[in-house]
């Protein structure tokens, strides 16, 4: 059960370049999520799918899309990169955590440089 | 406005000296709040989820308890392995299950 796996974990980047992070998680879950995380800011949503088909703005969407490819995967794009979007993107799911209640599993993270 | 503040932004402690972390909230209808750990270089790694006021939860040497407008976690005679960000989130009604986080509190335990 490898949770929530992210490519890549790292990636440089020139203004105006594109590229997808690719985020799967294996462990059946129905909710996925985007953030990213820069210094003093926390962790910001970016994009989010409830369930498979579906996807929805969160708080930081400009600049990005994404593609919930199936209920495994869900991808996020950058068209062209700006160098605001430097920063540690991390996905996450969302199910039960052992009887404990419902939490949000996240992934280890990609720190994305755009030059 | 839903917002998530966390006090202090940085925490020293010797080994063995107890301290609490406050995490304050503003939020229509809260669902849940979350506390999470994380380690540099990783992603945050679940601790607690409390549902409301008056609940509390331990693991190890930390506890977390829940207020109409705020959370604390307490930390008992911490580690240096204790040492990490720890961030505070809160969902609210719905079921889209968007987190709301604050800007985490930063704990270094020295020897």
């Known amino acids: 059960n490898a949770g929530v796996t992210q490519t890549p974990k790292f990636q440089v980047l020139k203004t105006g370049q594109s590229m997808t992070l690719q985020c799967a998680q294996d462990?059946?879950?129905?909710?996925m999520y985007w953030y990213r995380q820069d210094p003093g800011m926390g962790l910001r949503l970016i994009y989010y799918?409830?369930?498979?088909?579906?996807?929805d703005k969160g708080e930081v969407p400009n600049g990005y899309n994404v593609s919930r490819l199936n209920k495994r995967e869900f991808s996020l794009r950058l068209e062209s990169a700006a160098p605001s979007q430097t920063s540690v993107y991390f996905c996450?799911?969302?199910?039960?955590?052992?009887?404990?209640?419902?939490?949000?599993?996240f992934g280890p993270g990609t720190r994305l440089l755009v030059l | 406005e839903d917002q998530v503040t966390q006090s202090p932004e940085a925490l020293r402690l010797q080994e063995g000296e107890s301290s609490s972390l406050n995490c304050s909230y503003t939020?229509?209808?809260?669902?849940?709040l979350f506390w999470y750990r994380q380690d540099p270089g990783k992603g945050p790694e679940f601790l607690f989820t409390?549902?409301?006021a008056g609940e509390e939860k331990e693991k190890e040497r930390l506890k977390a308890t829940l207020t109409k407008k705020e959370s604390f976690l307490h930390i008992t005679a911490p580690k240096p392995e204790d040492s990490a960000t720890y961030l505070c989130?809160?969902?609210?009604?719905?079921?889209?299950?968007?987190?709301?986080f604050g800007q985490g509190t930063t704990l270094q335990v020295k020897p």
């Open positions: 939020v229509s209808g809260l669902r849940g």
């Open positions: 462990m059946n879950h129905n909710s």
């Open positions: 996450a799911s969302r199910g039960n955590f052992g009887g404990l209640g419902e939490t949000q599993y």
């Open positions: 799918s409830a369930s498979e088909g579906t996807t």
């Open positions: 989130a809160v969902q609210r009604g719905g079921n889209t299950g968007k987190l709301i």
């Open positions: 409390l549902y409301s």
